[in-house]
């Protein structure tokens, strides 16, 4: 067949040097397999498995436990393996290269003081990924003529315009083989400030969630826009302080905050701005039927500062934000011991082997719009 190529290109005068050298030049070809949670674009996921061939761009979810091999086959002119050849393999950071995301004394750096060296140790440990780690199967061919590299999911999506991603490269004489593996939740939104609809954010650096989040919020904050008689001063819209970044991962100063199933929002008190528990204008019953609300769109854990109906968790530091939470077992993906906890008292949380996507994408119920959605009168 080669011959028959050869003695056609000849007869059309094309018989370069540089195409009879391709004729006898290996080739060196790839295939990615991937073993975790999938997301699509509409926000939804699933655990599954994935083969490329040749991938050149692909996606972890931010998910410890995630399984990702890239096999690279050296092959001679006739299609036999190549035994023994050295293969170079490198990485480095491609996208969302600053320290402060790739660097662990600098990530460390965006965490509250207390909890700096518990973040550089599971930097350390491995648990808390700056960058996709990476184990070489060998450093020349197999008998098959392949090598293998394991890929493993990391923690630095970001919330720039492009994903965190790293650069691999495979290399074997003059061949190469690039993989760009990116770091993210895909089909997050971002939430659009409208308080003339009832909803707006306040003070957000990452703005995204899932999409199903965003539509029952912004259905609330419609129903509140819409409720009548509001005591004096109290605004018409519910105020987001506190989302995920645009592609989930870590988001420092929170633990928290990673798929886009978690938000911070404001409690409800007579005048706009700023409220916090003990503050004269914090009103405890419109606060009260804004925590009943969030219970009925499924709610799994709300932490704040004052003891309401509902909320799961009361913490001092709670005082002008409540924490809710959509998804199961909101912790940490970075856990070691299950006697560790976090500076707000909560487990660390092994996720690896989690295969249940309700605890990385948010379970929300269709807002059930009746008379007393929001039951402002004080109950006797
Ligand atoms: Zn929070």
């Known amino acids: 067949m080669k011959a028959q190529i050869a003695l056609f290109s000849a007869a059309l005068g094309l018989c370069s040097p540089t195409f009879a050298h391709t004729l006898n030049t290996p080739t060196f070809a790839s295939q990615f397999y991937y073993d975790g949670l999938i997301m699509t674009l509409d926000g939804k996921g699933y655990f599954g498995q994935q083969w490329i061939e040749n991938a050149t761009d692909v996606t972890l979810f931010p998910k410890n436990g995630n399984t990702a091999l890239w096999t690279l086959t050296l092959t001679n002119a006739l299609g036999q393996p190549v035994v023994g050849a050295p293969v170079e393999i490198s990485a480095a950071p491609l996208t969302l290269t600053a320290p402060q995301w790739r660097e662990p004394n600098d990530m460390a750096a965006r965490f509250s003081r207390s909890v700096r060296t518990k973040i550089l140790t599971r930097i350390e440990q491995g648990l808390f990924r700056l960058k996709a780690p990476f184990e070489v199967s060998s450093p020349v061919t197999d008998a098959r003529g ?32 690039t ?15 409208a308080p003339a609809q009832g909803l707006t954010t306040a003070g957000l650096v990452g703005r995204h969630l899932h999409p199903n989040l965003l539509a029952a919020l912004q259905n609330l904050g419609r129903a509140w826009h819409a409720q ?10 519910l105020t987001i302080t ?65 003891n309401l109906t509902g909320v ?11 924490h809710v939470s959509f998804l199961s077992e909101p912790l940490e993906p970075w856990d070691h011991h299950d006697s560790d906890l976090d500076d ?29 959605l929001f039951n402002l009168k004080q109950q006797k």
């Open 344 to 372: 707000e008292g909560l487990h660390w949380h092994n996720y690896d082997g989690i295969y249940d996507t309700r605890y990385f994408i948010p379970t929300v119920n269709q807002l059930k719009l009746n008379a007393d």
């Open 242 to 306: 506190g989302a995920t970044m645009r592609w989930g991962g870590i988001n420092p100063p929170h633990f928290t905050h990673k798929f886009g199933g978690t938000i911070d929002i404001r409690p409800l008190g007579t005048q706009s701005g700023p409220i916090s528990v003990g503050d004269a204008a914090y009103d405890r019953q419109a606060t009260q039927s804004l925590v009943d609300a969030l219970i009925q769109l499924g709610a799994t854990q709300i932490i704040f500062a004052d």
């Open 312 to 322: 799961t968790q009361v913490k001092a530091n709670h005082k002008n934000h409540l």
């Open 179 to 193: 993989l760009k593996v990116k770091c993210a939740v895909t089909g997050l939104v971002p939430i659009p400030d």
């Open 146 to 177: 392949q090598i293998t590299v394991s890929i493993r999911n990391f923690h630095s999506c970001g919330n720039d315009s492009l994903p965190g991603s790293d650069r691999f490269i495979a290399r074997v004489g003059s061949l190469q083989q």
């Open 228 to 237: 009548p008689d509001k005591p004096a001063g109290m605004p018409d819209h």
